[in-house]
């Protein structure tokens, strides 16, 4: 398996412009997460899903962020409007069932000007 | 409330020695713990948890982890430290009494340097 994937790998924006973070998780997997990481706060989890469905959305930080999982295989983060302390890395991370540890994607460097 | 202490944010040691990444943890419930690795630009990687069992949790990378329910850590270690291992290491831990068992609380991470 590829492991999870995500696009784009580096993403520059300037403030105001939406953006779109895409997940793919492993083939199989029915959670899927989504992470923020920062040197100042560390590894956040912004929002989960289970069989397609927001289980635990608690995390996203405001409403100009908003996530779906239209299907199994695909996900995706918004930011509309985008800000500066946006930035950040984004980390997909899915797993199975009653299986216990999490797969991490490569994440997305968020950088918003 | 759950939480995972890392209490070192860096961790400086020589080639060959051995290393120690140090992990407490506080739940309600009994803990289910994990060791992730990051690489620089990477995504996590899994290395080894505990769920039950032998205290003692063998993983990848020769890494392994003791898990001590009386001091509540557990703590990442390898006889011999290679350059390689040089990361950001990420303990994390599951509360089996959570309402939400399904989520993670990671540490803040410690980078570990491994030098020639």
């Known amino acids: 398996d590829a492991g999870v994937i995500q696009s784009p790998r580096h993403e520059v924006t300037e403030m105001g412009q939406e953006v779109t973070l895409r997940c793919k998780p492993i083939s199989g997997h029915d959670y899927l997460f989504w992470y923020r990481q920062t040197m100042m706060r560390g590894l956040e989890l912004l929002i989960y899903?289970?069989?397609?469905?927001?289980?635990?959305d608690s995390g996203m930080p405001e409403d100009r962020f908003s996530a779906k999982m239209p299907n199994a295989s695909f996900s995706t983060l918004k930011i509309q409007p985008s800000e500066p302390r946006d930035s950040a890395v984004y980390f997909c991370a899915s797993s199975l069932g009653s299986s216990h540890e999490q797969y991490f994607g490569p994440g997305t460097r968020l950088t918003v000007t | 409330a759950q939480s995972v202490a890392q209490p070192e944010d860096q961790v400086n040691v020589a080639e060959g020695n051995p290393l120690t990444v140090k992990c407490t943890y506080s739940v309600s419930g009994n803990p289910y713990l994990f060791w992730y690795v990051q690489y620089p630009n990477r995504g996590l990687q899994f290395l080894l948890k505990y769920i039950t069992g032998d205290n003692l949790v063998k993983g990848s990378y020769g890494f392994e982890a003791e898990f001590n329910k009386s001091q509540t850590s557990f703590h990442l270690k390898k006889p011999s430290a290679l350059v390689s291992d040089s990361a950001l290491y990420f303990c994390?831990?599951?509360?089996?009494?959570?309402?939400?068992?399904?989520?993670?609380?990671f540490g803040s991470g410690t980078k570990l340097n491994v030098k020639p």
């Open positions: 899903f289970n069989n397609n469905v927001p289980i635990d």
């Open positions: 994390a831990v599951r509360d089996e009494l959570d309402g939400d068992f399904n989520k993670f609380y």
